[in-house]
C-alpha cells in the first residue's frame, strides 16, 4: 500500500481510508460493539424469566432485537 487517502468516516465516527495503488478501502482501529458473554446470559435469564425481548432491551439500554437474535442464536434446552 503505497499512497492512502482520507475517505470519510463511518457510521461510528471512525476515520475511513482508500489505498489509491489497489482501491482497497479500510479502517484504522475500528470500533467493535460486541457485548460480554456475561452480559448476554443475564439479558437471556430476564427474557425467559418472563420480559418480553423489547423490556429486557430498554432495561439495558439497547435494542430489543439483540435479546431476539441472541435466542435464536442459543436456545434454551429444555429437558426431553
Do not use: D, L
Not at 482508500?18 to 452480559?39: A, D, G, I, L, M
Not at 437471556?44 to 431476539?68: F, P
Amino acid at each position: 500500500m503505497e499512497r492512502q487517502v482520507n475517505a470519510g468516516f463511518n457510521k461510528s465516527g471512525t476515520q475511513r481510508c482508500w489505498c489509491v495503488s489497489c482501491e482497497y478501502k479500510y479502517t484504522h482501529n475500528p470500533k467493535h460493539r460486541k457485548y460480554p458473554e456475561e452480559f448476554r446470559q443475564i439479558a437471556i435469564k430476564e427474557y425467559y424469566a418472563g420480559a418480553s425481548g423489547r423490556a429486557v432491551g430498554k432495561m439495558h439500554g439497547m435494542s430489543g432485537c439483540n435479546v431476539y437474535n441472541w435466542i435464536k442464536k442459543k436456545p434454551i434446552n429444555v429437558g426431553k
